[in-house]
C-alpha cells in the first residue's frame, strides 16, 4: 500500500502481466486505502511492530517470480521471521501477480503444485493428516 514498487523504476512493474500496473494499482490502491497512509500499519502489514504478528497463525506467501510485489514479499518474510512468526514464503518462477488464484493461463502442473502446496500448508497448520 506505500507502492514502494512504484518508486525508482522496479522491472517487475513492467514484467508483471498486470500490463496498465504503473497506472493502475496506485489509483486502486488510494481508492482502496482512502486517506490512510500506505505506509500505515493499519494497512500495511511493512509498517507493524514485530509484536503485532504475535499470536497470528502460520502464514502462506505465494508470489510469481515475474509479480511486481515480490520485493515486498520477501521483506514480509524476513519481518515474519524477525517476529518468530511461522511461514513458509513460496515464489514459483515464471508466473505473474495473484497465480496462485488460478487461472487459464497457469500451467496445470503448476495449479496442482500450488493447490497441493496451499493444502499441504493448510494441513500442517491445522495438524490434520489429509492423505
Known amino acids: 500500500m506505500a507502492l514502494r514498487s512504484f518508486e525508482g523504476g522496479n522491472a517487475l512493474v513492467e514484467t508483471d502481466y498486470i500490463i496498465t500496473a ?12 482512502r486517506d490512510i497512509d500506505g505506509a500505515s500499519h493499519e494497512v500495511n502489514p511493512l509498517y507493524c511492530k514485530s509484536s503485532d504478528f504475535h499470536g497470528l497463525p502460520p502464514q502462506l506467501i505465494l508470489v510469481g517470480g515475474g509479480d511486481f510485489v515480490l520485493p515486498e514479499c520477501r521483506e514480509l518474510s524476513q519481518r515474519f521471521t524477525e517476529a518468530g512468526l511461522r511461514h513458509k514464503m513460496v515464489v514459483e518462477w515464471g508466473e505473474f501477480h495473484l497465480y496462485a488464484l488460478g487461472s487459464k493461463w497457469v500451467d496445470p502442473r503448476t495449479r496442482a503444485k500450488t493447490e497441493a502446496t496451499i493444502f499441504g500448508w493448510i494441513a500442517q497448520a491445522l495438524k490434520v493428516n489429509i492423505y
Open 22 to 33: 504503473n497506472t493502475g494499482v496506485p489509483l486502486f490502491a488510494t481508492r482502496w486505502i
